[in-house]
């Protein structure tokens, strides 16, 4: 008989929380999980999938006037909010239930409540506590907004997927994927929008051409992006906010939200009594094994503030349970993680950006393309696509491909299988297009447009 009233506590269920029960549940562990707020965490509840039907709702207002060019006519299509949001509601309960199937199919204990640890091996939720052997924090990470006059008036993206209404305009204060993807969703669905951010180009750690071409196409359909621009305070009056710039300028809107960054949720679980390490913002330190200096407590996912990535959580989940309880340990590789922003349009990337290949090695080739995507050439939508490749001359491999168009990052999912592959530029090359599509541009790109000589 052991000792401890479970082998593994998972607290939240989240993306990996979730993940890390069941699969360690699979390999015969006892295993309970509290989760005190949704079942699924922030991506099935507040982040990747309420975000993308959002993007698709945001895009039929452009798919419209496109349409009428392919021959058809939708007279005053109308759009409706709460439809939206209750389509959204029931898509999430659907996913809540699958999560909460899964857990159940595979035997895991759930518990609701907040849970916090009390020792090395104990874990309360409410009155009750629970002995265990090993105990795994997966609480994720929570929207924080800066400390300024009026800062209660101000919405993060949780109370975005809650609005009853749709604002006339919206003031976006942010220049993450975050505020860059509610700035399209607003603007697509006709809400006047006025991007604004404290530095000069969007999406930091992204390709500078990438940076660059998102804010020129985001501008092209209409939303007001101010750079340089920082927040001082913020009045709200009725129901208008005026938001006042360190340059005493004034920005109007009917709402304010901010997308400025995310602070791991460790709150209320007891880790600083404990002695638990954590950085500065409060994120979990943790070693290779994804274990912290205390050895029966893990820590995995955004709480970890490393890769904020739902992907990157459940390989965490996987990576940490199969070196536990399994013969067939698994690792998660950090290099060549793929991601996409869902702005309008979309931005695929993986691999090395140029300044980062340039920093490492003095031998880059830079391929690149820009054109109107076939679909506009007939639409008249003024939308471009740019494409580019960051290939290593001495060795020709591809270290990083970068898409600014529609569907990029279905695209550079792909595209990442052969940069983890190795794949050189001649793979690409060699390899034949699909045609007629934009993807087919990746293997047809011949010239280097920059070359620095080894
Ligand atoms: C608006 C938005 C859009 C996003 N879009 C994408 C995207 O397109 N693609 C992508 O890959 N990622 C996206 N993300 C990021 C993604 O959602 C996270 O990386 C992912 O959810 C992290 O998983 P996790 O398991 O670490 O934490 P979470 O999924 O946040 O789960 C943590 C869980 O722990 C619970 N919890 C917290 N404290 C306690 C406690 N004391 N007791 C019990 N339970 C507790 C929480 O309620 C939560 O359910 C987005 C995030 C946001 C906010």
Request: aromatic share 8%.
């Amino acid at each position: 008989m052991t000792q401890y009233d479970y082998d593994l506590f998972v607290i939240g269920a989240g993306s990996g929380g979730v993940r890390a029960a069941r699969v360690a549940a699979g390999h015969g562990v006892r295993v309970a999980i509290a989760e005190n707020r949704y079942l699924g965490g922030t991506c099935v509840n507040v982040g990747c999938v309420p975000k993308k039907l959002f993007v698709y709702a945001s895009h039929f207002s452009e798919d419209f006037i496109a349409a009428s060019e392919f021959g058809w006519s939708a007279k005053n299509p109308e759009f409706q909010w709460s439809h939206l949001m209750a389509q959204k509601n029931k898509e999430i309960e659907r996913l809540q239930g699958i999560y909460g199937g899964l857990l159940d199919n595979s035997g895991v204990t759930l518990i609701d409540g907040a849970a916090s640890v009390v020792d090395a091996h104990t874990v309360s939720v409410g009155e009750q506590q629970f002995s265990c052997e090993r105990i795994l924090i997966a609480t994720g990470s929570w929207p924080s907004i800066p400390d300024i006059p009026g800062k209660e008036s101000i919405a993060s993206s949780n109370e975005m997927f809650a609005l009853s209404d749709l604002p006339k305009r919206i003031l976006i204060v942010g220049g993450g994927y975050i505020a860059v993807e509610f700035a399209g969703i607003m603007h697509g669905l006709g809400v006047e929008t006025t991007l604004c951010y404290r530095g000069e180009k969007l999406l930091r750690g992204f390709d500078e051409d990438i940076r660059g071409f998102i804010a020129q196409e985001m501008r092209k359909k209409g939303i007001n992006i101010l750079f340089k621009t920082n927040i001082k305070s913020i009045k709200q009056q009725n129901n208008c906010f005026t938001a006042v710039t360190e340059q005493n300028d004034e920005l109007e809107s009917d709402l304010v939200l901010y997308a400025t960054g995310r602070t791991p949720n460790i709150s209320s679980l007891g880790l600083e009594a404990l002695g638990v390490s954590l950085k500065s913002n409060g994120a979990i330190k943790i070693n290779q094994q994804y274990q912290t200096n205390i050895p029966s407590i893990y820590a995995l996912g955004d709480v970890t503030d490393r890769f904020t990535l739902t992907p990157v959580a459940t390989a965490e989940a996987m990576a940490l349970v199969n070196g536990l309880y399994s013969e067939l340990p698994t690792e998660v590789d950090y290099d060549n993680i793929p991601t996409a922003v869902f702005s309008q349009p979309n931005i695929g990337t993986v691999g090395l950006s140029e300044t980062e290949a340039r920093n490492r090695h003095t031998d880059i080739d830079i391929y690149k393309s820009v054109f109107t995507p076939m679909k506009h050439t007939f639409s008249g939508l003024d939308e471009k696509t740019m494409m580019k490749m960051v290939v290593r001359q001495s060795t020709d491999q591809v270290l990083g491909i970068h898409m600014v168009g529609p569907d990029a990052g279905e695209i550079i999912q792909g595209m990442a299988v052969a940069i983890r592959a190795g794949a050189t530029k001649a793979v690409f090359d060699s390899t034949i297009g699909i045609h007629p599509t934009a993807a087919e541009e990746f293997v047809t790109m011949r010239k280097p447009i920059d070359m620095i000589p080894s």
